[in-house]
């Protein structure tokens, strides 16, 4: 099953009051591990980035003044994301501003996704406790020393790596960011050379192998 983790950076919180989306950040998931695709954008705003937006994101109206604007980048955005389940953290803040400069211009809204809320599954898991990405990061000891400002297409990696272990958690030294998967090249069958030795598994390779089929049914 495929699904797409997104983020944005915006402007502001709220789009009818003027602001703008400036960054999306997507990573695609096929049955819940990243496979190394990824979509990403800056986007030209048209308007001022107020001090207190640049200081989650670090973005600038000199930076972005030459990137496209979001009606250039639509038909990518949607042939990324496609019919794909979406898995966003606060996802009524995202949509919303998606689907208001979809509108814009003059594009249907978004409404056939199914959208999987990682902060509403947050709040069930953890009642009363911060859910944040960055809590939630801290709580699954995923690694944040990339992240000195929030980015989009950071943030959607790390939604990925969190949305796993809400799934049920990765195999023990298992890091999403140096486990893609990438098939550079076809394997020659005829060509592998098979050896007939026999090898007795240990006792701890046989508990770490039933633990990693355990895992992967659960996936």
């Known amino acids: 099953m495929r699904k797409v983790t997104l983020d944005l950076e ?64 639509i038909d990518e955005f949607l042939n990324f994301i496609k019919d794909s389940d979406l898995i966003i953290h606060n996802a009524k803040f995202d949509m919303k501003f998606i689907n208001y ?17 990682t902060i509403d599954i947050a709040k069930n898991m953890f009642p009363g406790q911060s859910n944040s990405l960055d809590a939630l990061c801290k709580r699954y000891k995923i690694d944040l020393e990339k992240r000195k400002f929030h980015g989009a297409l950071l943030d959607a990696e790390l939604l990925a790596e969190v949305y796993l272990e809400m799934q049920g958690g ?27 030795k026999v090898y007795k598994l240990t006792k701890e390779e046989i508990e770490n192998n039933n633990k990693l089929i355990k895992i992967i049914k659960n996936h």
């Open 101 to 117: 400069e979809l509108e814009a211009n003059n594009l249907n809204p978004i409404l056939n996704n199914k959208i999987i809320d």
């Open 170 to 196: 990765r195999q023990q030294g298992f890091d999403l960011k140096n486990e893609y998967i990438h098939v550079k090249e076809k394997i020659d069958i005829k060509n592998i050379q098979y050896s007939k």
């Open 10 to 73: 915006t402007t502001g919180l709220n789009p009818f009051e003027g602001h703008k989306i400036i960054e999306i950040g997507c990573v695609e998931l096929i049955n819940n591990f990243p496979t190394g695709k990824t979509w990403q954008t800056y986007i030209n705003p048209k308007r001022n980035i107020p001090q207190e937006a640049f200081e989650i994101h670090g973005l600038t109206e000199e930076f972005l003044e030459n990137k496209p604007f979001f009606k250039d980048t």
